[in-house]
């Protein structure tokens, strides 16, 4: 039996409040600010429609701190000798929403994407005042650019890597555009098309909303359900769902 979506709220109807949200944008660019950014280009479009919406956004290039390689929290205490990971780290911790973007080079994610998944990785481990892992009651999602494939294939590898480390991934939670496959013309270059796009657009805007009602009904619900996936209930014994087999 096919189930019937709600109806639809009436075009008059106020609509959502999402103030008082908060979310971090990492551009993942292998250009230093204040070199420019057509990643950024498709980011600016997904901050302006969540400002609009009364939400605090942050925002960094990754590439313009000094991140050091690894997947420990804090890699100065792995031999490195300085590594601004931790404080970036935070203000990814104080959000409600994080969006990764960054460009698509031989088809793939860039190594700044790589080494900032990585590090976040790192802080998989750790429990919230919950018992669950780091992550949860936040949600995520990432935007792409580039003039040749691999836009879905990037958004995979990206969305899977934070969903699996425990943010909360909603639905169309990527978007994109692509040029001419090829040497061509890159997002904010004169001519690309790439700001009027309609699909690009469409999508950017898709998946902006959908990480805001996401991240507004986790809000409201006092953050993700603590039941069934706390490390902390489960180390000590608690095992929902699952027969004590001295009683079988």
Request: aromatic letters at 8%; a negative charge.
């Amino acid at each position: 039996m096919t189930r019937s979506a709600p109806p639809a709220a009436p075009a008059t109807a106020a609509g959502p409040d999402f103030t008082g949200l908060r979310a971090t944008f990492v551009n993942c660019t292998l250009n230093r600010s204040p070199g420019r950014s057509h990643t950024q280009g498709v980011i600016d479009r997904s901050i302006a429609i969540m400002e609009a919406n009364g939400v605090s956004v942050d925002r960094f290039r990754a590439v313009d701190h000094d991140i050091a390689t690894g997947v420990r929290p804090d890699m100065t205490e792995h031999g490195w000798d300085t590594d601004d990971w931790p404080a970036l780290l935070e203000r990814i911790l104080d959000a409600d929403i994080l969006v990764l973007g960054g460009p698509i080079w031989l088809g793939d994610n860039s190594s700044v994407t790589k080494r900032v998944t990585e590090r976040l990785y790192g802080r998989s481990g750790v429990l919230n005042d919950r018992g669950q892992y780091a992550y949860y009651g936040r949600v995520a999602g990432c935007l792409l650019t580039g003039n040749e494939d691999g836009l879905k294939h990037c958004a995979m590898n990206i969305l899977y890597s934070l969903q699996h480390i425990g943010f909360t991934v909603p639905p169309q939670a990527d978007a994109g555009w692509l040029g001419e496959v090829g040497p061509g013309p890159s997002y904010l270059d004169e001519g690309s098309g790439g700001p009027d796009n309609d699909f690009t657009n469409r999508n950017i805007a898709f998946m902006t909303y959908n990480l805001l009602h996401l991240a507004a009904m986790i809000r409201d619900a006092g953050g993700f359900p603590a039941y069934g996936n706390q490390r902390t209930a489960w180390d000590a014994g608690t095992h929902p769902g699952h027969a004590n087999p001295e009683y079988r």
